[in-house]
C-alpha cells in the first residue's frame, strides 16, 4: 500500500477547499449588498439624511483555523451589533436574509447551523 493518498481524495479536498473559499465570496457579496441597500435608504429624503450607515460593519466571515477554532465549521458568518437585526434567529427581520444565506450555503453544498447569538456555521453536506 503506498503511502501516496488515492487522486480521489486529493481531489475531494480541493473541491471542498474551492466550495469554502465560494460561499466565503459568496456570504461576503451578500454582506456588501446589505451595505449597499443601507446606503441607498440613507440617501433617499424619505428615510435618512444622506450619509453612512453600515449594518453589518461588524459582520464578516472565517475560514480556516478561526472557523475550525470558533465553531468546529469549514465556514462561519459572524455578526454582531446591527447584524443581529439581519442574522440572529430570534429577530423578526432576520428571516429573509436567513433563507437568503441558507439559499446561498445549499447550492454550494453545505448546511447552515446556528452556534451562538453571533454566529452561524457552515457545514458541507
Not at 486529493?10 to 443601507?38: C, D, G, M, P
Not at 465553531?71 to 430570534?90: N, Q, R, S, T
Not at 436574509?97 to 447552515?112: C, F, S, T
Request: overall charge neutral; cysteine-free; charged content about 30%.
Amino acid at each position: 500500500m503506498s503511502d501516496q493518498p488515492s487522486t480521489r481524495r486529493v481531489a475531494r479536498a480541493f473541491q471542498a477547499a474551492r466550495n469554502t473559499r465560494r460561499l466565503k465570496e459568496a456570504l461576503e457579496a451578500y454582506l456588501h449588498s446589505i451595505q449597499i441597500e443601507s446606503e441607498q435608504m440613507m440617501d433617499d429624503p424619505k428615510w435618512g439624511k444622506g450619509g453612512k450607515y453600515d449594518p453589518v460593519a461588524d459582520a464578516g466571515v472565517w475560514i480556516g483555523d478561526r472557523a475550525k477554532d470558533e465553531a468546529g465549521a469549514d465556514v462561519v458568518l459572524h455578526f454582531d451589533g446591527a447584524g443581529y437585526d439581519y442574522f440572529y434567529y430570534g429577530s423578526r427581520m432576520a428571516e429573509p436574509h436567513r433563507k437568503a444565506v441558507r439559499a446561498i450555503a445549499k447550492k454550494l453544498g453545505y448546511e447552515m447551523e446556528d452556534n451562538t447569538n453571533w454566529n452561524i456555521g457552515f457545514y458541507p453536506r
